[in-house]
């Protein structure tokens, strides 16, 4: 059986006492009923508008939150570099493992005193790439150092570009002294081994590391390894640090200081500094120039303010939406 409404029944019943066509009175109900319909669907979705609306803008008020945070932590001087003459250039770099190219046709160039940062999702690239500048894996393509062709893995190379890795204990033997662990970039620069132990102490120092030389790493935090790690990457005056998510182990009070520190030492001997992260709030207050890395491949190469301003490939936005999501307020 079907019901009608009473209201629109009993409006039924009225017309056909006063003479009126019950057909029209029906008619009109249903477009009455048709457009509150109408204007509850409109309400309904005016109101998810809003709720997107402010979810949208509470993420990016906490990205701007977390990146003046770590940018309090920071030097008040400006974060752009000068930059000077290419310093480092890799060309048609291709790395292949198991048939497949991980890195494909990459270039990527370097200026003297310039932070670099390259970001990616995981299996990118970005760290193979890293790796094969300095000559730790196979790779086809062409390096230059201020202009000049090397070999990927000669020692020249080697010694010119330096890297600290994510673990720093994976590259500590646990059986050597934290002098050992330093001095071995040092160890066929013709040194005496008296010579060897005062530079280890001076880069030590830098870091903030005093009398630790005849300890082993296991005795250290991992934000004091990081610290040992920095120093056997700068003891032989590279002109070139490569961090490889240098901070990613580490809480956020170690990690602001790691950046300081990387940053403040590479100011202060002019060389020129590749940072490989995920971390895009770290990566604004870092870099000066970011290269974004999608499947294998180089997609973007911009200005840190560019990129974030207007991020041209889906990769790189992606990753900014990524950021942005992981740093909204849950719950």
């Given amino acids: 059986m079907i019901r009608t409404p009473l209201r629109p029944l009993a409006r039924i019943l009225r017309a056909r006492a006063n003479g009126e066509n019950p057909s029209e009175i029906e008619a009109e109900n249903r477009r009455q009923r048709h457009e509150q319909m109408r204007d509850r669907a409109r309400n309904r979705a005016e109101s998810r508008l809003l709720v997107l609306g402010l979810c949208f803008f509470a993420a990016f008020g906490a990205i701007g939150l977390r990146m003046g945070a770590i940018a309090a932590t920071e030097p008040e001087e400006p974060r752009t570099a000068a ?40 299996g990118s690239g970005k760290t193979t790439l890293a790796r094969a500048l300095v000559g730790l894996v196979p790779a086809r393509g062409t390096v230059r150092l201020a202009g000049k062709a090397v070999a990927p893995a000669s020692a020249e190379l080697r010694r010119a570009v330096a890297m600290v890795f994510q673990d720093p204990s994976t590259s500590f033997d646990p059986r050597h002294s934290v002098l050992r662990i330093v001095t071995e970039p040092l160890f066929r620069s013709g040194l005496d081994a008296a010579a060897r132990r005062e530079r280890a102490r001076q880069a030590l120092a830098q870091v903030g590391l005093e009398d630790v030389l005849d300890r082993k790493p296991h005795a250290f935090s991992g934000g004091q390894r990081q610290r040992i790690a920095i120093a056997r990457a700068l003891i032989a005056d590279p002109r070139v640090l490569i961090a490889d998510e240098a901070v990613s182990a580490l809480d956020a009070a170690l990690r602001a200081d790691v950046v300081r520190l990387l940053d403040g030492l590479a100011r202060e001997r002019g060389i020129a500094l590749i940072f490989i992260a995920h971390d895009l709030a770290l990566v604004r207050t870092l870099a000066d120039r970011i290269v974004v890395m999608d499947d294998g491949a180089i997609v973007e190469d911009a200005r840190r303010e560019d990129l974030f301003a207007a991020p041209r490939h889906p990769a790189s936005r992606a990753l900014i939406a990524a950021a942005a999501e992981q740093a909204a307020p849950h719950g």
């Fill in 83 to 122: 930059v000077g003459k290419t310093v480092l250039a890799a060309e048609d770099f291709t790395v292949v493992r198991g048939g497949r190219a991980v890195v494909r046709a990459a270039g990527v160039a370097l200026g003297e005193g310039e932070r670099l940062a390259i970001v990616g999702r995981s």
